[in-house]
């Protein structure tokens, strides 16, 4: 379609372009999304091994840079090869046949100025320039939205610019649309009557995804239209109303191009389109997916149930929703390093799937998935491939209850178990999916956005708290501070009272953050916790203890120097002695011990800290508080870990998403609630700066290694954004100075510093240790203690 027409130029390129004289010549492909790039760069290699240019074994290997745009050090390893293994590169992996690199316009400034030597030269070089390999022996073909800034086309000797759908004839556009109902017919097994209506609206509409988007748009409207007779054996009837508002008021635009319509559909009503037509291959997608009939199966199932019409009819067209975002063109992606921690416990096919659903899901508008969701699935499904239920676990009552109450979510559900039907080949029940569906009903019931904590000062003494809190609400225009005066003289049941009555109170729904000073209030907070359904979280200050404590030594010293040093060595000491007790973890998850288990096994094999932790079911809530308060009477439960905060005794929550999105190193920081700070700060301008005035040190090197050292220095000293940026440029320069062989400037306080940091001193030490091994230099003790005094502000 356009053979002869719209993409007769574009066809003659590439036909010129493969057959030109001794070797094909390298082409770059500029068109928008979803005009059939990719289709077009495959029909070029299917014609270059009919004509004998390319042998019928020839590779064809595809990279798609949209897919890396989160991690673009895997991208770099896919296109050139493992760092010192160029053979490893697509560029050697494609020799003797294509290689085709999709949204080119993506890579990095690196990335493309090796991918510009390759087209000057012929050969792949190392990034150091250290190794070179021949791979001239390929036919490259790249693409690039047509707005992109890229030079490449200059170096490039072949530019093909596929038409966006617009811009297609109504003849074509009339042939496409006729192409894609007939292969609707086919697949549903079912005649598929369109009326003129409906054939005009789409030849009139703009489609943001071209030839695609036209494909989706019609694909989802005989979905639509299959409920209509999915009981019977009727044929599928469309009209204007299948589709979405934005094609029906095309309509409007119908006087402009009335005659050229009417010559293609003449005085018809509407066109039949034969189940029995061959279907010729056009713009398929790889996998044929049997929409049709997994509608017909859902229906049947939810009859059998017992749901009534109008229900069936709601998580039917939630379903067809899911299964419409399935053929999506822009596909999302989750960040795969990030689940690579997972993937030790959990089927990588299990991950592969979820992880599907939930692009699906999050670019459908639909069932909204966060994370937690999505890692909670995976230890569930994954638990299901070994398990084997015997029984069934929710009665059909509840099941019918939750379809009727959760008519989306169950369909979201039906769409996940299609997915593990057609790819793991596990059979899921109803009342099996009926517990996937909970998955998505907790997440519901937790999505308040509305409501936000709010912060509670309790000092000791008249107006402390309420003139912190009077500051913080006028400078922070917030008006979510509260506070509590705790008089000196006052009872601690007494006090626990009223400030058990002020929270309750002041709680929105979030929760309280109190701010607390000394004493027993602590342990008043957790009492609270435990008789009422209230977050409390608490940060101790320790500012009326470190003011007595820099009074008393002011009465006995008289070198001031001496006394701020050491009462900053005791704010620190403070820090590290905090109340440590007998701490339990416990890992929960949605649908019993599996996921919980497999959690508390990760955990174990990978925390340095000593906890014990506890997998425990969740079968129902009362069940959980009688286990937890059994706990209490032996352990300090420090917090729980899983898919879902059941929100009991003011215990903290962290969530699974937290576990598996950081490397296994960092995970007793984030047991311990310790901020992983560098993702905050974006260090891609100061690389550029330093690239262009360093002469020693290597960037990708300090890349690697020094915003991990920024992080493990921030989560001891809690640096805020700036002190990071601070210190980053000067252990960078450092390095530079060092590789440089200048001398370190001396520090005539060093002696006096480390002496006085001593601690901080020998944790400094060890952090860096990871600079001085990847630069081969030697951190010196003037270095150290200059470093001690950027952090503590000397």
Do not use: W
Not at 396 to 418: H, R, S
Not at 463 to 477: C, E, M, P, R, Y
Not at 658 to 667: M, Q, S
């Amino acid at each position: 379609m356009g053979y002869n027409g719209s993409l007769r130029n574009s066809i003659q390129l590439a036909k010129a372009a493969i057959l030109y004289p001794r070797s094909s010549l390298n082409v770059l492909l500029a068109s928008k999304t979803g005009c059939g790039t990719t289709y077009f760069a495959s029909l070029m290699f299917k014609f270059a091994k009919e004509r004998g240019i390319l042998s019928e074994d020839a590779p064809y290997v595809k990279i798609d840079c949209r897919h890396y745009s989160k991690n673009v050090s895997i991208l770099s390893e896919e296109l050139f090869g493992i760092e010192g293994n160029l053979e490893k590169s697509a560029f050697v992996r494609a020799k003797g046949g294509m290689l085709f690199i999709d949204n080119v316009d993506l890579l990095d400034a690196k990335q493309q100025s090796r991918l510009f030597a390759f087209l000057d030269s012929g050969k792949l070089y190392s990034e150091d320039k250290s190794q070179e390999i021949e791979a001239n022996d390929l036919f490259l073909v790249l693409s690039c939205s047509p707005q992109s800034s890229l030079q490449i086309n200059r170096i490039i000797p072949v530019t093909i610019e596929l038409p966006e759908l617009k811009d297609r004839p109504l003849k074509e556009r009339f042939d496409l649309i006729n192409h894609f109902f007939k292969r609707e017919a086919s697949n549903s097994d079912r005649c598929i009557e369109v009326t003129a209506e409906a054939i005009k609206a789409l030849l009139l509409s703009d489609f943001a995804y071209n030839v695609k988007g036209l494909e989706l748009e019609i694909k989802a409207a005989c979905a639509n239209a299959y409920v209509r007779v999915v009981n019977n054996n009727q044929q599928i009837y469309v009209c204007i109303n299948d589709f979405k508002s934005e094609i029906r008021k095309s309509l409007l635009q119908l006087k402009s191009s009335d005659n050229e319509i009417d010559i293609l559909i003449g005085n018809r009503e509407a066109i039949i389109y034969d189940k029995n037509t061959s279907n010729e291959e056009y713009y398929s997608p790889n996998i044929v997916y049997d929409m049709y009939s997994e509608i017909r199966k859902q229906y049947e199932e939810l009859v059998n149930l017992g749901i009534n019409d109008k229900g069936i009819e709601n998580v039917i067209r939630s379903h067809i929703r899911n299964l419409f975002n399935k053929y999506r063109y822009y596909k999302g992606f989750y960040n795969s390093s990030n689940l690579e921690q997972l993937s030790k416990i959990v089927d990588r096919r299990v991950i592969d799937i979820i992880t599907d659903f939930h692009n699906s899901s999050k670019k459908s508008g639909g069932i909204n998935l966060n994370s937690d969701v999505l890692y909670g699935l995976c230890l569930h499904i994954n638990s299901l491939l070994t398990l084997k239920v015997s029984h069934q676990r929710i009665d059909n009552d509840k099941v019918v209850k939750i379809i009727e109450d959760y008519p989306q979510e169950y369909a979201a559900a039906m769409e996940l178990a299609t997915m593990l039907k057609a790819k793991l080949n596990l059979e899921l029940p109803a009342h099996e999916i009926a517990l996937i569906t909970m998955f998505f009903a907790e997440l519901d019931e937790n999505n308040d956005e509305e409501e936000h904590p709010v912060l509670l000062y309790i000092m000791h003494g008249n107006g402390i708290a309420s003139s912190l809190k009077d500051v913080t609400n006028t400078l922070s225009h917030c008006n979510n501070t509260y506070s509590y005066d705790m008089a000196l003289d006052l009872g601690t049941n007494e006090a626990m009272e009223e400030i058990k009555a002020l929270i309750k109170k002041i709680d929105r729904g979030k929760g309280v953050i109190v701010i607390y000073d000394m004493g027993s209030i602590k342990t008043m907070l957790e009492t609270i916790a435990e008789e009422i359904d209230t977050k409390i979280r608490c940060i101790n200050i320790h500012i009326t203890l470190i003011g007595i404590d820099v009074a008393r030594k002011c009465s006995m010293e008289s070198d001031i120097d001496y006394v701020y040093h050491m009462a900053n060595l005791e704010i620190n000491n403070m820090r590290k002695n905090e109340e440590k007790g007998n701490k339990l973890i416990i890992t929960l998850c949605h649908t019993g011990e599996g996921g919980a288990a497999q959690l508390k096994l990760y955990i174990d094999q990978n925390s340095k800290l000593g906890m014990k932790t506890v997998a425990l079911s969740i079968s129902s809530r009362d069940e959980l508080l009688r286990e937890l308060l059994n706990f209490k009477k032996s352990y300090n439960i420090h917090a729980f870990v899983g898919t879902y905060d059941p929100k009991l005794l003011g215990i903290p929550f962290i969530s699974i998403k937290k576990i598996f999105e950081n490397p296994k190193e960092d995970i007793d920081r984030i047991l311990m609630f310790e901020p992983l700070g560098s993702a905050s700060v974006n260090y891609n301008d100061i690389y550029q700066y330093l690239e262009e005035q360093f002469k020693y040190v290597s960037i990708s090197k300090l890349k690697n290694v020094l915003p991990n050292v920024i992080d493990e220095l921030s989560a001891y000293f809690s640096l805020n954004e700036d002190q990071k940026v601070g210190l980053f440029m000067h252990l960078a320069c450092l390095m530079e100075r060092l590789l440089e062989g200048k001398l370190v400037a001396n520090n005539p306080e060093k002696n006096k510093i480390i002496f006085l940091f001593e601690e901080d001193y020998n944790v400094i030490v060890k952090i860096l240790k990871a600079l001085e091994k990847t630069f081969k230099v030697i951190i010196d003790d003037n270095e150290i203690a200059t470093i001690i005094m950027m952090l503590k502000k000397l």
